[in-house]
């Protein structure tokens, strides 16, 4: 008989023996593998729209890498480690919280000339499109520790602001263009058809610290962008700004390709796959762009949609990597070629760029797409809690469709790993469905197991299988929620709220509301009713919201709700559900995935405290654990292998274990994970379960330090 086994073994007890919520950290020693390779940054959360920039991290004198996703302004770490294989790098997450907050870029220069190199961004002015230029200036610590001042740029001589304002898509070049060892900045503004370049002139009013910068050339190149997306070069006309037909946007790179003391352009326009190599055939006082091309790099063959390059140091050779990812945002369009990171290395003989990887860094994460959402499921029935990830990804016909990933835990009850099995379970990505979040249960009674899928226009469908639960899914039909749709982009989670025998809907939805579906039906014959929308009066303002909540009944029937937000961050409410929550916490533990937290809670290495499991908007996981928790047992370190007798049984059971000799503790458990009988007993001693309701349970046994359990069936 096949169950489901999405529920959470001890998750209800182990809330009630802590006297507060305690602090969670990244979870950052799990192993995942993928086709025999272990993933080095699984758990970093994916990659969608990255820069990439050198920066000090700590005082080891190796240069680290700083990689910033623009698609929830995320920044990931990652440290530099010596070893004998030569430089390697390791996500270092405990650093993020040392950074400033970052929008839209995140360059790194010495822009106040201290020697130490200062983080260039944005800040939203009046609107996500209106933003300005902003720095962070490192400053002197010890230790070598992170610390920022934040400052702004100045720009001089502008009848209408001091601001150097740039369109949220850009991407402008800043190096020392004039050779004055000062950086410079390179724009073209949105509409505009000319490169402008703004000189860096703090010595001349006041000093480096001034960070003052003047527009000295609005024609910089003498060269003009073209609707195609080219330029005419020799040409040169500034009364053809703001033009329709100009710029969208753009990224760009300044370099000395050639090293003849000036700075060429790499560039690439919103609409482009190609970046432009602009040769600059004057000098670093007069710039004069005398040729292009798009053949220099790759071969001429198409990159990423909005392709923008960065230049780094990876390694100890000192030989310069170029990398090149998307500059796109938007996380819901077909791009013809894909969403590949390249990575090149410069040939020191003739100067070619020679690609290395197509997946740099994310090939080593847990990402098959965008829009991620975890759940929690024994698919395999080995008593190991397994990972289903839905996730989005670009279709040439709908724009996007999702299928779910399954990692199978191919570990042991105290030490999970995970090895990816499919990244179509069920074969769901037949059915074109968007944006699904996946919930798992016995709706029929029959103990095989459903999968309630809520999609993006808020409706939810159940699908079905009648072999494995590794084989296809199919529609259940009729569709016993075909009743019911929320305000947009649905998350449920199915728990027996009535405590009735049949699996109710807690839900979140796209307006930041969570909803009570009821499950008025029988076990054998789900029928479900939306009862309330608005639970907890919990009921954000603003149309931007979503929520992704994940429900714990407590001992005392109230509920902890972990409420992922689209924000990135969680807030933890308390309450019942026929009252308003009581808000506990915002902004828990310092958790901030980026973008779209979506969340499963799951005690994954069986100590009796829940991990959480977050997908995000650029498609990978993270997870996290809780600190120091005191709790009233022992962590399991080992496994009993147990069982019940008889089984299926009416009324009295016996519990047996081999592994472990002495008295243990019985804990048996309802199909929704709620604890519904408790004591201590010895191998082989009746348990009277004569009060408990027909149907399919779990139990746990722990003796010592080991632990084992089960399926057990009872029946009337």
Request: contains cysteine; glycine residues 10%; charged residues 20%.
């Amino acid at each position: 008989m096949r169950i489901a086994t999405t529920f959470f073994f001890s998750l209800t007890g182990a809330f009630s023996l802590w006297a507060q919520l305690p602090s969670y950290r990244p979870a950052e020693s799990i192993p995942f593998f993928q086709e025999g390779r272990r993933l080095a940054y699984a758990l970093a959360g994916g990659l969608e729209a990255p820069q990439f920039a050198n920066i000090h991290l700590n005082a080891d004198g190796l240069t680290d890498l700083l990689v910033f996703d623009r698609v929830g302004a995320k920044a990931l770490p990652f440290v530099a480690v010596s070893t004998t294989e030569g430089i390697l790098y390791g996500y270092a997450p405990a650093y993020e919280s040392a950074l400033p907050p970052l929008n839209q870029m995140a360059k790194i220069t010495d822009l106040n000339c201290d020697g130490l190199a200062d983080l260039l961004t944005t800040e939203e002015l009046s609107s996500a499109a209106d933003v300005a230029l902003k720095v962070y200036l490192r400053q002197p610590t010890s230790d070598g520790s992170l610390d920022f001042q934040a400052r702004r740029l100045q720009l001089y001589n502008s009848l209408n602001d001091t601001l150097i304002r740039i369109h949220a898509f850009d991407l402008p070049a800043v190096a020392d263009i004039n050779g004055d060892e000062l950086p410079d900045l390179l724009y073209i503004p949105q509409g505009g058809t000319q490169l402008q370049y703004y000189e860096n002139i703090s010595m001349e009013v006041g000093g480096c610290d001034s960070l003052a910068f003047e527009l000295r050339d609005d024609c910089w190149g003498e060269a003009t962008y073209t609707l195609d997306g080219t330029f005419e070069l020799h040409s040169c006309d500034p009364g053809r700004f703001s033009n329709p037909s100009g710029c969208a946007g753009s990224a760009m790179l300044l370099l000395d390709d050639d090293e003849d003391g000036d700075q060429d352009l790499l560039f690439s326009g919103i609409y482009d796959y190609h970046i432009q190599l602009l040769a600059n055939g004057g000098d670093n006082q007069t710039a004069q762009l005398t040729q292009s091309t798009t053949d220099w790099l790759f071969g001429g063959e198409p990159l990423t949609e909005f392709p923008a390059p960065y230049i780094v140091s990876l390694e100890e050779d000192g030989a310069p990597r170029l990398i090149v990812a998307t500059n796109r945002i938007n996380g819901a369009g077909f791009s013809p070629f894909g969403n590949d990171i390249y990575l090149f290395r410069r040939d020191n003989g003739d100067g070619s760029w020679n690609l290395q990887s197509s997946r740099f860094l994310a090939k080593d994460m847990i990402d098959h797409g965008f829009r991620s959402s975890p759940a929690i499921w024994d698919v395999n029935e080995d008593g190991l809690p397994d990972l289903l990830i839905a996730y989005n990804s670009a279709h040439p016909i709908y724009g996007y469709t999702s299928g779910i990933a399954l990692y199978l835990n191919t570990g042991s009850a105290g030490q999970p790993e995970f090895t990816l099995a499919t990244e179509d379970f069920g074969m769901l990505s037949i059915y074109n469905l968007k944006a699904i979040h996946p919930a798992v249960g016995d709706l029929t009674g029959d103990g095989i197991p459903e999968l309630v899928l809520g999609l993006e226009n808020g409706s939810m469908q159940v699908y079905t299988n009648s072999q494995s639960a590794l084989s296809n899914y199919f529609p259940m039909s009729p569709n016993p929620l075909s009743g019911v749709s929320l305000y947009g982009y649905a998350r449920p989670q199915l728990i027996d709220v009535d405590e009735n025998g049949t699996l109710d809907l807690l839900c979140g939805a796209r307006n930041g509301t969570m909803a009570l579906i009821e499950n008025s039906g029988t076990p054998s014959s789900p029928q479900f009713t939306l009862v309330e929308d608005t639970l907890g009066a919990v009921a954000p303002q603003g149309y931007f919201q979503e929520c992704s909540p994940f429900f714990l009944k407590q001992e005392d029937g109230s509920y902890l709700i972990f409420y992922g937000q689209r924000d990135g961050t969680i807030s933890v409410y308390e309450g019942r559900l026929d009252a308003p929550f009581a808000l506990i916490t915002s902004g828990f533990s310092g958790i901030d995935v980026g973008e779209r937290a979506t969340l499963a809670l799951h005690d994954l290495n069986a100590d009796g405290v829940p991990e959480i499991i977050a997908g995000n908007m650029r498609g990978g996981v993270e997870a996290f654990e809780a600190g120091q928790v005191t709790s009233t047992s022992e962590p399991a370190t080992g496994q009993l292998t147990a069982r019940a007798i008889p089984n299926p049984a009416r009324g009295s059971v016996s519990f047996e274990w081999e592994g472990h000799s002495g008295p243990a503790t019985l804990l048996l458990f309802d199909v929704t994970g709620r604890l519904v009988f408790h004591e201590k007993t010895e191998t082989g001693r009746p348990a009277n379960l004569a009060g408990l309701p027909a149907g399919l349970y779990f139990f746990r046994i722990r003796s010592g330090n080991r632990e084992g359990g089960g399926k057990l069936m009872l029946i009337k």
